[in-house]
Protein backbone atom coordinates (compact mmCIF):
# COMPACT_ATOMS: atom_id res chain seq x y z
CA UNK A 1 0.00 0.00 0.00
CA UNK A 2 1.66 3.35 -0.99
CA UNK A 3 1.85 6.18 1.67
CA UNK A 4 1.97 9.94 1.20
CA UNK A 5 4.05 11.83 3.78
CA UNK A 6 3.20 15.73 3.90
CA UNK A 7 5.31 17.94 5.53
CA UNK A 8 4.91 21.52 5.66
CA UNK A 9 1.98 23.09 6.83
CA UNK A 10 -0.85 20.33 6.52
CA UNK A 11 -4.33 21.05 4.16
CA UNK A 12 -7.16 23.55 3.41
CA UNK A 13 -10.18 22.47 3.99
CA UNK A 14 -13.74 24.68 3.77
CA UNK A 15 -15.54 23.97 7.16
CA UNK A 16 -18.24 22.97 5.31
CA UNK A 17 -19.59 22.13 1.82
CA UNK A 18 -22.55 23.19 1.88
CA UNK A 19 -23.55 27.35 3.45
CA UNK A 20 -26.85 29.06 3.46
CA UNK A 21 -27.10 32.62 2.50
CA UNK A 22 -29.40 35.38 3.58
CA UNK A 23 -30.53 38.24 0.84
CA UNK A 24 -28.32 41.43 2.41
CA UNK A 25 -26.35 40.16 4.42
CA UNK A 26 -22.78 38.66 4.07
CA UNK A 27 -22.23 34.34 4.39
CA UNK A 28 -19.01 34.07 6.43
CA UNK A 29 -16.63 31.18 4.95
CA UNK A 30 -14.26 29.59 7.10
CA UNK A 31 -11.07 27.94 5.47
CA UNK A 32 -9.24 25.53 8.14
CA UNK A 33 -5.58 24.12 8.37
CA UNK A 34 -5.33 20.60 9.29
CA UNK A 35 -2.05 19.05 10.20
CA UNK A 36 1.45 20.92 11.16
CA UNK A 37 0.75 24.57 12.00
CA UNK A 38 4.48 25.68 11.68
CA UNK A 39 5.18 28.05 8.55
CA UNK A 40 3.42 30.26 6.76
CA UNK A 41 1.26 29.11 4.04
CA UNK A 42 -1.54 30.29 1.47
CA UNK A 43 -4.26 29.24 -0.66
CA UNK A 44 -6.82 31.12 -3.35
CA UNK A 45 -10.55 31.45 -2.97
CA UNK A 46 -12.82 32.20 -5.72
CA UNK A 47 -16.53 32.14 -6.60
CA UNK A 48 -18.08 30.93 -9.48
CA UNK A 49 -21.60 31.15 -10.89
CA UNK A 50 -23.44 28.23 -10.81
CA UNK A 51 -27.04 29.60 -11.19
CA UNK A 52 -26.57 32.81 -9.26
CA UNK A 53 -25.74 35.84 -11.38
CA UNK A 54 -22.41 38.08 -9.97
CA UNK A 55 -23.54 41.98 -9.59
CA UNK A 56 -27.37 40.76 -9.30
CA UNK A 57 -27.40 38.09 -7.07
CA UNK A 58 -24.10 38.41 -4.81
CA UNK A 59 -20.51 40.95 -5.23
CA UNK A 60 -17.46 38.63 -6.97
CA UNK A 61 -15.03 38.66 -5.00
CA UNK A 62 -11.35 36.47 -4.84
CA UNK A 63 -8.41 36.86 -3.07
CA UNK A 64 -5.37 34.84 -1.23
CA UNK A 65 -5.79 33.52 2.16
CA UNK A 66 -2.40 33.81 4.28
CA UNK A 67 -2.04 31.75 6.91
CA UNK A 68 1.02 32.64 9.74
CA UNK A 69 2.57 29.97 12.18
CA UNK A 70 -0.01 29.06 14.49
CA UNK A 71 -2.99 30.04 12.88
CA UNK A 72 -5.65 27.27 12.41
CA UNK A 73 -8.64 28.92 10.59
CA UNK A 74 -9.73 32.20 8.37
CA UNK A 75 -12.99 33.57 7.12
CA UNK A 76 -13.76 35.78 4.28
CA UNK A 77 -17.22 37.05 3.35
CA UNK A 78 -19.27 36.52 0.31
CA UNK A 79 -21.72 39.40 -0.28
CA UNK A 80 -25.28 38.53 -0.93
CA UNK A 81 -27.26 40.97 -2.34
CA UNK A 82 -30.10 42.40 -1.36
CA UNK A 83 -32.34 41.32 -4.67
CA UNK A 84 -31.17 38.68 -4.87
CA UNK A 85 -33.09 35.30 -5.83
CA UNK A 86 -33.89 33.03 -3.60
CA UNK A 87 -32.90 29.59 -4.30
CA UNK A 88 -29.65 30.57 -6.61
CA UNK A 89 -26.40 29.03 -6.22
CA UNK A 90 -22.73 30.17 -5.77
CA UNK A 91 -19.63 27.41 -6.16
CA UNK A 92 -16.64 28.79 -4.30
CA UNK A 93 -13.52 26.73 -4.11
CA UNK A 94 -9.88 27.14 -2.98
CA UNK A 95 -6.80 26.64 -5.48
CA UNK A 96 -2.99 27.52 -5.47
CA UNK A 97 -1.81 26.08 -2.00
CA UNK A 98 1.50 26.94 -1.36
CA UNK A 99 3.31 25.44 2.12
CA UNK A 100 0.57 22.73 1.89
CA UNK A 101 -1.99 21.03 0.05
CA UNK A 102 -5.61 21.18 -0.49
CA UNK A 103 -7.65 18.80 1.26
CA UNK A 104 -11.63 17.52 1.39
CA UNK A 105 -13.86 19.27 1.18
CA UNK A 106 -12.07 22.13 -1.02
CA UNK A 107 -15.38 23.30 -3.01
CA UNK A 108 -18.22 24.20 -1.56
CA UNK A 109 -22.16 25.81 -2.32
CA UNK A 110 -23.70 28.81 -1.15
CA UNK A 111 -27.67 28.25 -1.42
CA UNK A 112 -29.44 31.72 -1.44
CA UNK A 113 -32.32 31.91 0.84
Given at each position: ?????????????????N?????????????????????????????????????????????????????????????I?P???????????????????????????????
Open positions: KDSVTVTGSGSFVFTSDYNASKGASVAITVQRNGSFLNTSTVNYAKNNLSALVNADYTQTSGTLTFQPGETSKIFLVPLAATSGRQISISLSSPNGAILGVPNTSLITIQ
